[in-house]
């Protein structure tokens, strides 16, 4: 895995070698080369390996997710902010299986990172929701609640803040 401003650097080269090759008169090459300066500046906002990290996650294949996050290994070198809140964001899904500490720490660390879609920052405040009521702080959950009800413009958490609230009632 490249540094992030590593992908940056490989970026300016293909396009003082695109701009070379347009001076030396081979057009193709120097249009194909700055065609390709596409990839290192998508990678540099994309992480590669949480995309696959994604992918795996649609699969429900968690170990395959957990061993493409561990090939990262100082986020805070190689990923720009949002995609470190995305990074936190993968870690506390997986571990609200298992850990519910350590993800409640993830969610509280991705939502202060910053996440690029409202539906993940929504999931993210109900998982954190569904956290603080099984620790009993049912003013907490309430506002969690009511901050993902806001978020999910989609609808398509509506059954389960229901289902966390009347779960809330008998607390």
């Given at each position: 895995?490249?540094?992030k401003n590593i992908k940056l650097i490989i970026a300016g080269f293909l396009i003082v070698a695109g701009v070379w090759q347009f001076t030396e008169s081979n057009i193709g090459n120097g249009i194909f080369?700055?065609?390709l300066t596409a990839f290192p500046i998508f990678l540099y906002f994309k992480n590669e390996f949480i995309l696959?990290?994604?992918?795996?996650?649609?699969?429900q294949d968690f170990e395959g997710a957990k061993k493409w996050l561990a090939y990262i290994k100082s986020p805070e070198k190689a990923l720009v902010r949002k995609q470190q809140g995305y990074f936190n964001y993968l870690h506390g899904i997986?571990?609200?299986?298992?850990?519910?500490?350590?993800?409640?720490k993830?969610?509280?660390k991705a939502i202060e990172l910053?996440?690029?879609m409202d539906m993940d920052l929504?999931?993210?405040?109900?998982?954190l929701a569904g956290i603080a009521?099984?620790?009993?702080?049912?003013?907490?959950a309430t506002n969690l609640l009511n901050e993902a009800k806001k978020l999910d413009k989609q609808n398509m958490l509506t059954d389960q803040i229901k289902m966390m609230k009347e779960q809330m009632k008998k607390i």
């Open positions: 895995m490249f540094h080369l700055i065609l696959l990290a994604f992918l795996k996650l649609r699969k997986m571990l609200s299986q298992t850990n519910l500490n350590q993800s409640e993830y969610f509280k910053g996440l690029s929504a999931v993210a405040k109900l998982n009521m099984s620790r009993r702080r049912k003013l907490e």
